[in-house]
C-alpha cells in the first residue's frame, strides 16, 4: 500500500473532503495565506494542489481582476468540485501533476501550494518543477502541517486511537500529511532548488465547528482513516468511533468547539 493511499480522496470522498474538512481544516489557512499575498508587480499566479477549490477562493478575492489565476490539481474528482462551487471564468483550472508541470519555464510571478506538497512521491522534483516555472523575483508560498504532537486534536485521534489498531504494521502512511514539520528540512528542499530569501514561520490557527459529530464525520466516520479501520476489522469501527467522540468531548465539548492548529508557512523567492 502506497503511503499517500491513506488520504487519497476521489468520487464521494472528494465531496465529503470538500464539506467537511474543507470548513474545519482548510479555510483558516486559506484565508490567512490569502492575506499574505503581496500583489504588486504580479502578472500570472498559480496554485498546485488546489484540491476542491477552499484557497483558490480566497485567492482570487485579493487579486486583482486584471491578475491571472491558474489553479491546478493532479485529481480530477477534486478540481470538478472547484469548478462546480467556484463558477468563476476568472480562474483556469488545469489538471497537472505538480511533479512534472506542463508551463513553460518563467511563466508565474507567483506559485502558492497549501497542505499538498507532502504527497508528492517526489517532493525535490516538485520543489524543482516550481523554481522552473517561476520568473526570476517570483515567489513560492507554502503551507505544511505541523506535527501531529503540537496538535492535540490530531494527536488524539490518529496517535492515541487509530494507530494502535493496527498493532506491528507500517503506519507511516498515517502521518504522511504531517510529514513535513521541520524547518531544518523545509529550508533544504527550498534551498536545494535554488530559492533564496527563505523564510519558514509556525503559524498557529484556531479553528471552530458547531458541534462534535462534525469532528468525527470529517476525520473518521467519512474519512479515508476510518475505511481503512474498517477495512481492517469491521467490528471495530462503530466502538472506535464512539471513542474518538468521546475524547473530543472531553477536550473541547460537545458543542461550539474550538480547535487549535499548527503550521508552517514556508517562503523562497527565485
Keep these: 500500500m502506497e503511503k499517500q493511499e491513506s488520504f487519497k480522496f476521489t468520487g464521494k470522498d472528494a465531496e465529503y473532503y470538500e464539506d467537511l474538512l474543507g470548513p474545519i481544516l482548510f ?41 491571472k489565476l491558474t489553479a491546478t490539481d493532479i485529481s480530477n474528482d477534486m478540481l470538478s468540485i472547484a469548478i462546480r462551487e467556484l463558477k468563476d471564468e476568472a480562474i483556469s483550472f488545469k489538471i497537472e ?37 517561476l520568473r526570476p523575483g517570483g515567489k513560492f508560498m507554502c503551507f505544511t502541517w505541523d506535527d501531529t504532537l503540537n496538535m492535540p486534536l490530531f ?28 524547518p531544518a528540512v523545509l529550508e533544504k528542499h527550498l534551498a536545494g532548488s535554488g530559492f533564496k ?17 462534525n469532528v468525527v464525520n470529517a476525520l473518521f466516520r467519512k474519512h479515508m482513516l476510518g475505511k481503512e479501520v474498517a477495512a481492517r476489522n469491521p467490528d471495530l469501527f462503530e466502538p472506535l468511533a464512539s471513542r474518538i467522540e468521546h475524547a473530543i468531548i472531553q477536550k473541547l465539548g460537545n458543542s461550539a468547539l474550538q480547535i487549535s492548529l499548527s503550521a508552517f508557512l514556508s517562503i523562497g523567492v527565485k
Design 27 to 67: 479555510e483558516p489557512y486559506g484565508r490567512y495565506l490569502a492575506s499574505r499575498i503581496d500583489i504588486d508587480s504580479l502578472a500570472d499566479v498559480l496554485e498546485i494542489a488546489a484540491g476542491t477549490g477552499r484557497v483558490t477562493r480566497h485567492i482570487r478575492r485579493v487579486l486583482p481582476s486584471t491578475i
Design 97 to 133: 501533476d505538480a511533479q512534472n508541470l506542463s508551463f513553460d519555464d518563467n511563466s508565474f510571478d507567483l506559485v502558492i501550494c497549501q497542505f499538498g506538497m507532502m504527497f508528492l512521491p517526489d517532493r525535490n522534483k516538485g520543489f524543482q518543477e516550481i523554481f522552473r516555472v
Design 155 to 182: 494527536k488524539t485521534i490518529i496517535n492515541d486511537l487509530i494507530v494502535p489498531t493496527f498493532n506491528e504494521e507500517d503506519k507511516s502512511r498515517f502521518f504522511v500529511p504531517f510529514s513535513m514539520h521541520e
Design 197 to 213: 530569501h527563505i523564510t519558514v514561520e509556525n503559524v498557529k490557527l484556531d479553528s471552530t465547528t458547531p458541534k462534535v459529530e
